[in-house]
């Protein structure tokens, strides 16, 4: 059971520490400006964080990252008896537009109805300072941290953590740990908490075709010349068959089929595909490959999307052109085993084979990163779902997620580390959309959680690896 001081200060401290997270949510940090270096608001959270940090009596600093915002590392005193903990968070954000469609500013936090709304809110600030919120309590109630502790919160997660790998391989001695824990996921329901132990990897692409030098008149010219527009359509329409399935040779080479056990327990889970679907505004849901239950074509089945398509004349009226180019941006969703370059190889000769003749056509790979699958029994899983039972008042739902968090990938290949994916966040939360928000219950019950991870690992046995 969590230490009583603990959980008191959490409980009677609620009002300081969310003035706390409102200062940071303040701070527009936005990831993607000025050519991906995040801008003075992204110097500026980072310089507060460690401030912050400073504060609760960490040895912190907002260490520089070459062509990249600076990464905030901060650690507690290092003592032989007792585990070491690192913890992840990114300060950064998405751009918040459309700005019309908040119902207030999305960097001026509002609480309406028991939840925090703002940009930010859950995605990363929020969930990151359940963590923090505990480390105060720890800090300032418990005597002293149980574990080592070891953070590392950078500012450029939504543009892909570019210079994350290279940034931890070069700290890797200092960011050594026994196990690593982040909160960018979400509950399965409102009152399941999960743990997510796959997630989906991530290579974005561009696709650019090229026809005439300029655009031409497609009175004068139609018939002679080949249409980029036309040609990117055709190729895009071909990434696919009738049954839903990518059509890349060779892209389901290394997906792993799904254990029968876990079918098992998805299908236990709790889930109407009609509320689904009724809440993204569908009558019915027919993405995917045919064959699989909804769950396993999010979760465990590899995936391509074009995510937008631009060319030729696009204003009001008619143009008679033929465009000189178009251009697609497509994500790849990936499934454990799968290699992304071989994905991006693959790629790259179904569009070379795809190309008419008087088409050029380029792809211009933008990030990539590996699925991540974790060991559901470990000791570090064991904590974390006792510490949910304490915070939540339940056992979590062990899952998997479509997304990519990259970090995950890059802490199990850099640093040896498969990190718990402890989520406080609602699946309604808007990541990502105006209106983002954060349930100041799931705050007080994550930051409980993490308090009581924390006291977990400590009080695992004498050398066991956690």
Known sequence: MLDPKVKAYLESHQPAILEQLKSLLRIPSIANVEGGMGGEPCRRAAAWLAEYLEGLGLRAEAAAVPDGPPCVLAFSDQRPDRPTLLLYGHYDVQPPDPLELWQTPPFEPDIREGRIYARGA??????????????EAWQRAGGRLPVNLKLIVEGEEEVGSPHLEAFMTAHAARLSADAAVLSDSEFFAPDLPAITYALRGLVAVELTVEGPAADVHSGVHGGAVRNPINALAAIVAALHDE??????????????????????????????ERQYARSLGLEELSGGEQGYSLLERRWARPTLDCNGIVGGYTGEGAKTIIAARADTKITMRLVPHQDPQRIIEGLRRFVADHTPPGIRASLTVQSSSRAVIVSRDSAAMRAAAAAYEEGFGRRPAMIRCGASVPVTEVLQRCLHLEAVLMGFGLPDDNLHSPNERFALSQLWGGAVTAASFMQHLAEQRQGEKV
Do not use: M, S
């Open 122 to 135: 859950n995605d990363d600030k929020g969930q990151l300072f359940a963590h923090l919120a505990a480390v």
């Open 243 to 272: 049954r839903g399935r990518v059509t890349i040779p060779g892209f389901y080479d290394e997906v792993a089929p799904l254990e029968d056990a876990e079918r098992r327990q998805w299908a236990k889970l709790p889930f109407d």
